[in-house]
């Protein structure tokens, strides 16, 4: 089933507050219906408790607790059609085969602009199903 970015759920997981309420802003500007966390134990709680009811997840990589490329790995296991994209300043050193793996499709440098990740939210949920 193919989501409109109006309809579009996004699972939103950066331990910094001030990135989260930014990407929190401007994804809600764009029509999504945001959950931004700062806690990854609390996404992995909260998206456990009913993993349907996200269309997108997008996590830092870098995170205490648990780290993104871990939660992603964890979510994937439960929804493998769920897209994952994962936000870095340390990408480099990631391989591709474990982003596949972890069911992330897409990697994102950190900084990057928020726009670009609006932009990239609305395109997976664009492709085809």
């Known amino acids: 089933m193919q989501v409109t970015s109006t309809k579009a759920r996004v699972l939103f997981v950066d331990d910094e507050p001030r990135i989260t309420q930014m990407a929190d802003d401007v994804l809600r500007g764009q029509g999504f219906a945001v959950t931004a966390l700062?806690?990854?134990?609390?996404?992995?709680?909260?998206?456990?408790?009913?993993?349907?009811?996200?269309?997108?997840?997008?996590l830092d990589h870098t995170m205490p607790e648990i780290s993104g490329l871990e939660l992603a790995q964890r979510i994937s296991g439960l929804r493998r059609d769920l897209p994952i994209v994962l936000l870095s300043g340390f990408a480099e050193g990631i391989?591709?085969?474990?982003?596949r793996s972890a069911g992330i499709v897409q990697c994102l440098p950190k900084p990057m602009p928020l726009s670009r990740l609006a932009e990239l939210v609305h395109a997976l949920l664009e492709r085809p199903a």
């Open 95 to 99: 391989s591709r085969a474990a982003l």
């Open 38 to 58: 700062t806690s990854p134990s609390e996404a992995l709680r909260i998206f456990l408790a009913d993993p349907q009811q996200f269309d997108v997840v997008v």
